[in-house]
């Protein structure tokens, strides 16, 4: 069950507000803080304390990346960061990135790289066995993109998702994951269920609104829970 969360007003005009906007998921913040609480309670059991960050060079990488850590040493204040890595987007060679961190000997690694960047770094870093050398935490590994394309899927990676037909285990969830791959001969992106949740809200709205007007459509929104 899905609740929208917040319905707001976005406009060039503070005179004017024009509810159009809502979220229905969570968002890079909820990933940090809930990542780092998981995480944290991981490095207390095994006594990982030094750490090493690898994450995208630009906003979303180094601000989530900033996010996770503040909350990590939170919960758990022993916790240090001994080496960062910041790759470009679509950066072709990661080997030098690869040797810094295993250099800097790290107990436990961060990294939100996604996509196309982090299935390339993970295969290239397989070479070096990077990944039987420390814990590694990587919030958008388990995306099914990310899960089909890599050529030999490291063992006990930690990572989470926004959308997986196995959870939460309802028939609902897994006939939507379902039909999304009969259709398409892949299981959806998070980005696929995200737009998909966010169209049956307004779906959802609409009709208890009996309109599609903005204002009319962010009043019913507001709490609205769909199955």
């Not at 990587?138 to 998702?161: E, F, Q, R, W």
């Not at 009709?207 to 599609?212: E, F, G, L, Q, Y």
Request: net charge neutral.
């Amino acid at each position: 069950i899905h609740t929208c969360s917040e319905a707001s007003s976005l406009t060039a005009d503070p005179k004017q507000h024009i509810p159009n906007a809502f979220r229905c998921v969570r968002q890079g913040i909820h990933d940090s803080i809930i990542g780092a609480g998981y995480a944290a309670g991981i490095a207390k059991a095994k006594g990982l304390k030094k750490w090493a960050t690898c994450s995208p060079d630009y906003a979303y990488g180094r601000d989530t990346t900033g996010e996770f850590v503040l909350y990590l040493k939170k919960f758990a204040p022993d916790v240090e960061i001994i080496s960062e890595s910041w790759p470009k987007l679509f950066q072709p060679d990661y080997t030098e990135v690869v040797t810094k961190i295993l250099q800097a000997k790290p107990q436990a690694m961060y990294s939100c790289l996604w996509g196309g960047d982090l299935t390339s770094y993970i295969d290239q870093a397989n070479i070096y066995a990077l990944f039987t050398q420390m814990e590694v935490f990587a919030v958008n590994m388990a995306d099914y993109t990310a899960l089909t394309v890599v050529k030999n899927l490291p063992k006990g990676i930690h990572s989470g998702d926004r959308y997986i037909k196995t959870f939460p285990p309802t028939p609902e969830n897994a006939a939507w994951g379902d039909a999304y791959k009969s259709k398409y001969n892949e299981y959806p992106t998070n980005w696929s269920w995200q737009n998909a949740t966010a169209v049956m809200f307004l779906n959802e709205a609409a009709k208890k609104a009996n309109s599609t007007d903005g204002k009319k459509l962010a009043e019913v929104l507001t709490g609205l829970t769909i199955k």
